[in-house]
């Protein structure tokens, strides 16, 4: 499988300077590189490949589970070649998102396309916000608010040019997991960049304590979930948050196997199949499950989650009563 | 779930869908505009729910079904399906 890394950020930030940083740097050697904007600045690589933005309206309303064939057909395209060898032997990724793009759709796509998820493993979201301009992009922009919002890792790019407190609390208060590093003039160990992404636990624990943040809802629950209610709450959380869930994730302890959680990762309403840990990683075995997005009531997750789970619970004990013999 | 708890549910859910209506508690029933929500009796299952609207009384199989019919009744939008990987 090949790590994929997606560098985001708004107009500005510094992206393409960073890019142009990296390919000169050894420690990212062996990187293949997509630019997923129009009008990309030609970059001196041999790997470079280009894939143009391609917005098609279907009849399902949802745009991003069939869009990003374009994306999908470049890496496939590129992985062809480098079977071939006419491509180097690249180890990783990274694709440069448009300044504009909301990265939801970019990661649905290496999420859904299936020659994709059976190639490439999207690795970590890189997100660099300029110190300068920074504030004033995510007070104005949604993108900007978004890009942020799924980073696993945030670059504060400039930070020479402007005192930084309070872009960097308004940073912690979209995204509390990803605490924002200095990056001077492209310069970004290759170590710490292309890291997978934290472990679920470790981003819970994160985000947890930040729990003022209004964009996140957090859910704990000390009593197991039914699994049938947790796929019914899943699906009424894409029903009817639609875009306004950015990412979830979760550790749960399912009802029917609580002896290890099952691991959510979801980004919008695209989930991926439950993992499982071999055991919890600490003693704390409640459910915990964050939810980030925009103009999410607070308690409205929860009190469907309740909802869902006491109708759950009252069929099966009214199955258990139907199956027990009459005297 | 009790009145006060689905009035709670059902006013987050009506904000949710941007749509504007007051939702309010009517006994054991909740007022969603012109609708009104009603638990079905335990000998109705496996209907769970009651919506009416004038001229109309629809049964609803699950808070799920009964949000989904809400935001059809109220013009709430597409919704958009989950969708596993």
Redesign the interface.
């Known amino acids: 499988m090949i790590p994929v890394v997606v560098l985001t950020g708004f107009l500005g930030a510094g992206k393409t300077t960073l890019l142009k940083r990296l390919l000169r740097d050894p420690g990212y050697a062996d990187s293949a590189v997509i630019i997923n904007e129009y009008g990309e600045v030609p970059l001196d690589h041999d790997l470079l490949a280009s894939s143009e933005e391609t917005f098609v309206s279907t009849s399902t ?2 745009l991003c ?1 069939v869009v990003r064939s374009d994306l999908a057909a470049t890496l496939m395209d590129l992985h062809r070649r480098r079977g071939l060898g006419e491509v180097p032997a690249y180890r990783r990724v990274l694709i440069e998102t448009s300044g504009l793009a909301d990265p939801a759709p970019i990661l649905h796509a290496l ?2 396309e299936q020659p994709v ?1 059976e190639t490439h493993r999207l690795e970590a979201v890189a997100t660099l916000v300029d110190a300068l301009h920074g504030a004033g992009a995510l007070a104005r922009h949604p993108e900007a608010q978004r890009q942020v919002r799924l980073a696993d890792r945030i670059l504060l790019t400039k930070p020479d040019l402007a005192d930084t407190t309070a872009l960097r609390a308004q940073l912690a208060a979209l995204n509390p997991a990803a605490e924002p590093r200095d990056v001077l003039h492209g310069a970004v160990p290759a170590d710490w960049l292309l890291a997978p992404a934290p472990r679920t636990d470790e981003w819970l624990d994160a985000t947890a304590r930040h729990s003022a943040d209004l964009g996140s809802v957090i859910i704990q629950r000390e009593a197991p979930i039914p699994a049938m209610a947790l796929t ?1 709450w ?9 875009e ?1 869930l950015l990412r979830l994730k979760g550790l749960v302890c399912i009802a029917e196997a609580p002896e290890a959680p099952a691991v959510l990762h979801g980004i ?6 439950p993992t499982w840990l071999e055991a919890w990683p600490s003693t704390d075995h409640r459910s915990r499950i964050v939810l980030i997005g925009q ?3 607070p ?2 997750p929860l ?2 989650l ?3 789970e ?2 759950v619970l009252d069929a099966s004990a ?1 199955s258990a009563e139907a199956m027990t013999p009459k005297r | 779930m009790t009145p006060p708890e689905l009035r709670a549910l059902l006013a987050d859910s009506v904000a949710l869908w941007g749509a504007t209506a007051r939702v309010t508690l009517d006994g054991d029933a909740v007022r969603v505009g012109e609708m009104r929500v009603t638990a079905a009796a335990p000998d109705d299952l496996p209907i769970r729910w009651w919506l009416e609207r004038p001229g109309q009384k629809r049964p609803c199989t699950s808070v799920l079904g009964l949000l989904r019919s809400l935001r059809n009744g109220m013009g709430g939008g597409e919704a958009r399906k989950l969708r596993v990987v």
Do not use: D
């Not at chain 1, 899943?234 to 639609?242: D, F, R, Y």
């Not at chain 1, 919008?268 to 199949?273: D, L, N």
């Open positions: 309303g949802c589970c999420m859904t998820l019914l899943l699906q009424g959380l894409a029903e009817h948050l639609g306004r919008g309403h695209v989930m991926h199949a103009g999410i009531p308690w409205w009190r469907l309740e909802a869902i006491g109708e009214s």
